[in-house]
């Protein structure tokens, strides 16, 4: 009964603002790694952001790095992407996924290193 759920895409004109959410069933987020992945049409897969278990680090991909904020909130196992600043090469479809790799500069980035996924939210960022 392993479910991950994304929410909160949607449209949004460019500089505006969205809050992903990424809400887990079945096992508690705190003690994983979770990573957010996007994918566009004809694109690769690219690695957002991640972070880790309760005590560990975040990491975020060049593009979104002081635009975009991953955050948990245990008590509601569920862990968020805000993003900001949004601009039309954001659009894609957002994913969550969680694994037990770590999030680094050189752990959490790629799709290999996590192991359950969620079915993703579109964000479209468009005037």
């Known amino acids: 009964q392993l479910q991950l759920v994304e929410s909160g895409g949607g449209l949004v004109q460019p500089g505006g603002s969205l809050r992903l959410s990424c809400t887990a069933s079945?096992?508690?987020?705190?003690?994983?790694?979770i990573g957010w992945f996007r994918q566009a049409p004809g694109k690769v897969r690219e690695g957002v952001s991640c972070?880790?278990?309760?005590?560990?680090?975040?990491n975020y991909a060049a593009s979104v790095k002081g635009r975009f904020t991953i955050s948990r909130d245990n008590a509601e196992n569920t862990v968020y992407l805000q993003a900001n600043s949004l601009k039309p090469e954001d659009s894609a479809v957002y994913s969550c996924?969680?694994?037990?790799?770590?999030?680094?500069?050189?752990?959490?980035?790629?799709?290999?290193?996590?192991?359950?996924w969620g079915q993703g939210t579109q964000l479209t960022v468009s005037s």
């Open positions: 996924a969680v694994g037990v790799g770590g999030c680094s500069a050189y752990h959490g980035s790629q799709p290999f290193e996590y192991d359950y």
């Open positions: 079945g096992f508690t987020l705190d003690d994983h790694t």
């Open positions: 972070i880790d278990t309760s005590e560990g680090t975040t």
